[in-house]
């Protein structure tokens, strides 16, 4: 008989929460004891009782290691380009998610406000080189305060404050708040020139036990480059360098403390092109690793497969093409779990066969669904060139398609892969409105900046993905490059992404066309299952736009607090859809336990639905029977238990590993939403949710004599 810690109303149930599905839930747990129990006189009202409590979310100013990032709306202006400004302003979103602290977004109008900004510990500039004349002295003299009176810490890169929305430089010293604020000033600038960042300080917390001395972070060819240097007015360290062209070396990246913890990127490719900025975020917030970081996942990376289906409004295709690719998708469900998104074109010119019959269409793409897979649209007909497009045109295109679709397939809240070229801002921003969310252009280092997940400003609630790998067209009819070559480029590309990073994700393209080389152009099916077996094997999680798209909005509303004590964690989760995620220990030593908490890993707490408080001790692990593996995609709903039983909610598919409090319990009693089990070893259980769907309570009934 296990010690029963509940302190509420002994019945088992789960005690009232304020706002979550828990408190639906009432598992009479008299119920569960069998006759079977009863004629071992070993009766168990397992009598199990939540892990923690929820509380309503903190004030702003109660968080203490919460971010901002801000959009500097006029550096857009004076920028390349501004979609690529929006790039930046998503890759430095999705470092800021590696990190796995909590964030907000601001724009520059909010820096007027002192009191909103030094409510956060540190403040995140992608860009904030230009500003208005009639706002950068009040500005300036906010952030002063920000970092003397609250010691908030800077993150920027490039100049900063230096001009005003002419394009003008200001007036006298422009560096002198760059000069005043973070003791850096520019030097000077070279290109078209080769140059390679290295790491110059090892030992710094940032790079310690993750890079090796001098690696080569980046490097760039004919490229063009800045560099600084500390004026000396603080305390300072140069952590990477920049070689350019053969013998000249520069600073790349600088560390200031004044009061904050600031640090400067020579460029805003060197903070964005590498996984370089999440352990800066992570120092300037902690000054050393956090001890719990919250992620979107369970597992190593997010992988979501996006498929353009550019053939399924052409009628006559949907049989030789459409039909194939599912056989081949359930063989890929059996074999790696692969599941992804696949966007659908309607078309409107009936007599030159561009139309969907949706007598068969529709129940072929709901098998699609039935996977696990995603169907969204990728437009009414296609257009390639979706700049051009007026806005009657945009809303047919975009809006209409998502109604038909929606209707057809009996789905909602569908996403979109854009079509053709690359969109503009501008053009994104137009179609955002019709669409759940926007998968868009293709952008990488090169080609705008790598990882652009998040939102595309700070006013709006779509999320928008950048595929980060090249195409499977650009590839091998746009480059001409055999199956060999494309898949080597796709190897380095997902080592490139997964390098010293945090759980990447990966946002993959590729076309309806290709597994069976419909064109004769020279894919292979080999060409795509390579890289999904590369994927699995280095432990991606396989997930829809869609849902990638729930989590980043999810992770932006979540909050936590972390603090250490001794060899004990404590981290309070906010959230309200925090099911899927994570807690990561960012410890050399593994959980030994946790308070009335029963699902983790040795450095990973498993989150439900409404997150909570955690007490995570750390050392030799404890013998208590807990959810040590979750399946891919799914959500834990809920979880009880009492160091020997455990009871808990599942949406989703696959299979849940318990570790048992003992090696071979005397009995194991499964109920509820599934009754079989099996044993793997003498302490570990594995229970087979086959349906893809929620599940109500299953109870694990363990005796250890
Ligand atoms: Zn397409």
Redo the contacts with the bound molecule.
């Keep these: 008989m296990s010690a029963c810690k509940s302190t509420g109303s002994g019945t088992g149930a789960a005690p009232a929460s304020a706002n979550s599905s828990n408190s639906k839930i009432s598992f009479n747990t008299e119920n569960v004891s069998t006759k079977e129990d009863s004629d071992k006189n070993n009766i168990k009202p397992i009598a199990i009782k939540t892990a923690k409590f929820v509380t309503t979310p903190p004030a702003l100013a109660d968080l203490k290691h919460k971010l901002a990032i801000i959009y500097s709306k006029t550096s857009e202006q004076n920028f390349w380009t501004p979609k690529s400004y929006a790039q930046l302003f998503m890759s430095v979103q999705s470092q800021v998610m590696m990190s796995g602290l909590p964030y907000d977004l601001l724009n520059e109008d909010d820096l007027l406000d002192i009191d909103k900004i030094s409510q956060y510990k540190t403040l995140i500039f992608p860009l904030f080189s230009h500003v208005k004349n009639s706002q950068v002295d009040q500005i300036a003299e906010n952030i002063k305060q920000a970092i003397d009176q609250y010691n908030i810490g800077i993150i920027t890169a490039g100049n900063f404050i230096t001009n005003i929305e002419t394009g003008l430089s200001r007036s006298g010293d422009a560096y002198n708040y760059m000069k005043d604020l973070l003791g850096i000033a520019r030097i000077d600038g070279a290109g078209p020139v080769d140059i390679q960042i290295n790491v110059s300080d090892v030992t710094h917390p940032v790079f310690i036990n993750e890079y090796f001395d001098n690696e080569v972070i980046l490097s760039y060819q004919q490229n063009f480059t800045d560099y600084f240097m500390p004026t000396g007015a603080y305390p300072s360290e140069v952590i990477a360098t920049q070689q350019i062209g053969n013998s000249q070396v520069e600073n790349a990246l600088i560390t200031v403390i004044n009061k904050g913890r600031h640090v400067h990127f020579s460029t805003v490719q060197v903070m964005a092109d590498a996984n370089l900025l999440w352990p800066v975020i992570q120092w300037s917030v902690w000054g050393e690793k956090p001890p719990a970081t919250l992620h979107m996942g369970r597992e190593k990376a997010l992988f979501v497969s996006r498929n ?1 289906m ?1 053939q399924s409004m052409f009628n006559e295709e949907v049989a030789t093409v459409e039909f194939p690719l599912l056989d081949q998708l359930k063989i890929w469900k059996d074999q790696y779990n692969f599941v992804g998104s696949y966007y659908i074109n309607i078309g409107d010119n009936a007599v030159e066969g561009e139309f969907t019959d949706w007598g068969i269409s529709a129940p072929l793409y709901k098998q699609y669904i039935a996977l696990g897979n995603e169907i969204g649209s ?1 437009s009414y007909t ?1 257009p390639h060139n979706t700049d051009i497009l007026t806005a009657t045109q945009v809303q047919f295109e975009f809006s209409d398609s998502r109604n038909i679709i929606e209707e057809e397939i009996e789905l909602s809240d569908i996403g979109t892969a854009i ?2 070229n690359p969109e503009k801002l501008v053009t994104a921003l137009k179609i955002l409105p019709y669409v759940d969310y926007l998968s868009g252009g293709y952008a990488a280092k090169g080609a705008g900046f790598p990882n652009s997940f998040g939102f595309l400003n700070a006013d709006t609630d779509k999320v928008y993905l950048s595929p980060n790998m090249s195409f499977d067209f650009t590839l091998i009819q746009f480059q001409k490059k055999t199956v060999e070559q494309a898949k080597q480029v796709w190897s380095n590309e997902f080592d490139t992404l997964v390098k010293h990073a945090s759980q990447p994700i990966i946002h993959w393209p590729w ?1 309806d066309y290709g597994p069976f080389d419909v064109f004769k152009a020279g894919y292979t099916l080999d060409l795509f299952e390579s890289l999904i077996a590369k994927a699995k094997s280095y432990g991606s999680e396989f997930i829809t736009g869609k849902d990638l798209s729930e989590r980043i909005k999810s992770f932006k509303q979540s909050n936590i607090e972390v603090s250490k004590l001794g060899k004990t964690i404590t981290a309070k989760v906010y959230s309200s859809s925090a099911g899927k995620f994570a807690l990561n220990i960012n410890q050399s030593q593994t959980i030994a336990s946790i308070d009335q908490w029963y699902a983790y890993n040795k450095d990973t707490v498993f989150l439900d639905q409404d997150g909570g408080i955690y007490t995570i001790h750390l050392g030799i692990e404890k013998p208590v029977t807990h959810i040590n593996k979750l399946p891919s995609r799914s959500q834990l709903v809920s979880l009880y238990g009492n160091g020997e039983d455990l009871k808990f909610q599942l949406s989703g598919e696959g299979t849940v590993e318990i570790i048992t409090k003992c090696s071979d319990p005397s009995a194991i009693k499964i109920s509820g939403a599934i009754s079989s089990y099996e044993t793997v070893s003498s302490d570990k259980i594995l229970l087979n949710f086959p349906q893809n769907k929620h599940h109500q309570e299953t109870l694990v009934d363990i005796t250890c004599q």
């Design positions: 353009d550019d990728h296609h079509p053709g076309h």
